[in-house]
């Protein structure tokens, strides 16, 4: 039966985000009667987030489809060994392969102007000393993280942000899901954040089916949430 079913949606946010910035996917999404789910992604580290996400797929009856934007797209590279995971769409996002870090897959290629722009922090450890975390410097967050977006939104998004865990860049993929799960890109052509040749070097190794949004930003499902939708859908019926 499960087989018959139309599969959950699991949206996976990035860092510097958080699951809000899916509403207009959401929408499109419960306007088609897809049954959705935005978690909250702990951007901790990839192991531990990996893990968390995993466990809200195994919990969810019937079969899904995990899609990740940014830094969740390592994570559903992972997490979706789960068993009931049939697909994973990747949303301007890290595609990478077993073994290999976020450092690792950006360093072949041109740094994005993200890394420049990147600003430290520290936050508390159980036991430990403090550890580092990391923000867009605010001022320089509209242009590259959602140059397409209005700026009255991007201002908000700007002192929104949820930092990611410094050490999460270098932590290295336990495991790649597309080697035996279908997989959907999404490449962001106008990206600041991520450079768009590691969406797309990502996606083609992945065999992923790809769409590429000319001029989009890293924020294209907030400022492109049809376009997105339309992919997972996609994803959606070719599984169901």
Same mark, same amino acid.
């Given at each position: ?10 949206? *996976?946010?990035?860092? !510097? ?33 990996? $893990? ?11 079969? *899904?489809? =995990?899609?990740?934007?940014? /830094? &969740?797209? @390592?994570?559903?590279?992972? $997490? ?9 769409? /990747? #949303? @301007?996002?890290?595609? =990478? ?5 976020? &450092? ?9 102007? +993200?890394?420049?722009? +990147? %600003? ?19 001022? @320089?967050?509209?242009?590259? !993280? ?8 991007? %201002?908000?998004?700007? #002192? ?6 410094? @050490?999460? !860049? ?5 495991? $790649? ?48 949430? %049809?376009?997105?939708?339309? =992919? ?9």
């Amino acid at each position: 039966m499960a087989a018959e079913a139309t599969p959950t949606v699991v949206l *996976v946010h990035g860092a !510097f985000a958080d699951a809000a910035s899916w509403s207009g996917v959401i929408t499109e999404l419960q306007n088609h009667g897809v049954p959705v789910v935005a978690p909250p992604n702990p951007l901790r580290g990839l192991a531990s987030d990996s $893990a968390y996400i995993a466990s809200v797929a195994a919990q969810i009856e019937g079969p *899904v489809v =995990l899609v990740g934007h940014s /830094y &969740g797209g @390592a994570l559903i590279t992972v $997490a979706g060994t789960t068993e009931n995971v049939v697909g994973l769409v /990747y #949303v @301007a996002a890290y595609v =990478l392969e077993e073994g290999e870090s976020l &450092g690792e897959l950006q360093g072949r290629f041109p740094l994005s102007p +993200l890394v420049s722009n +990147l %600003k430290e922090a520290t936050y508390p450890v159980a036991g430990a000393a403090p550890a580092t975390e990391v923000t867009i410097a605010p001022e @320089a967050f509209p242009a590259i !993280f959602a140059a397409d977006v209005p700026a009255a939104v991007t %201002k908000v998004l700007a #002192v929104a942000q949820r930092p990611l865990a410094a @050490a999460a !860049f270098e932590e290295k993929a336990t495991a $790649a899901a597309w080697h035996t799960k279908p997989a959907w890109a999404l490449v962001a052509g106008g990206d600041q954040a991520i450079n768009p040749e590691v969406e797309r070097f990502g996606a083609e190794r992945a065999g992923a089916t790809v769409v590429e949004l000319d001029g989009a930003s890293h924020a294209v499902a907030v400022s492109r949430p %049809k376009d997105v939708a339309d =992919l997972i859908l996609g994803a959606v019926r070719a599984t169901g």
